[in-house]
């Protein structure tokens, strides 16, 4: 009986060395998933962070494109603008410039003629006085 039960007695202690050994096993491939687990979940999570700041990017820059042609589109039609006002402001003045050279030259040509007339009546006078002295 005494060695029916160190039987029983050294058959538990190898039964619990068996556990514990395969309990330490398990503990340290579970650790080991784990850790696989941590980096594949940390490079999940860097790849994600990576992809969203590339989206980030791709949206700032999309964003900065549409913004510059608005702004070159606003730009160019301001320039039309001034340009089309320049152009008006020129023409203007040209029509004002010619006008006033219009009226100068009239005046010009009004004052000619009036010393035309008043030479023409001299030349008349002195025509006459001659014929009369003759």
């Keep these: 009986e005494q060695e029916h039960n160190r039987e029983i007695s050294e058959l538990i ?3 619990e060395e068996a ?3 395969l309990r ?4 340290k491939e579970q650790q080991c998933l784990l850790d696989e687990l941590c980096q ?3 490079a999940t999570h860097k790849a994600e962070i990576e992809q ?18 608005s702004l070159n589109n606003m730009h160019t039609s301001q320039l039309e603008l001034t340009q089309s006002n320049l152009r008006r402001e020129k023409e203007t003045a040209l029509v004002e410039l010619r006008e006033m050279l219009n009226d100068k030259r009239a005046q010009e040509v009004a004052i000619l003629q009036s ?6 009546g001299k ?12």
């Design 115 to 120: 010393r035309h007339q008043l030479e023409l």
């Design 24 to 27: 330490a096993e398990l503990n």
């Design 52 to 69: 969203a700041q590339l989206q980030l990017q791709t949206m700032h820059s999309l964003e900065l494109e549409a913004l510059r042609l």
């Design 123 to 134: 030349i008349k006078e002195q025509c006459l006085k001659e014929k009369e002295d003759l």
């Design 40 to 42: 594949q979940m940390t």
């Design 19 to 21: 556990m514990e050994k």
């Design 13 to 15: 202690t190898r039964y």
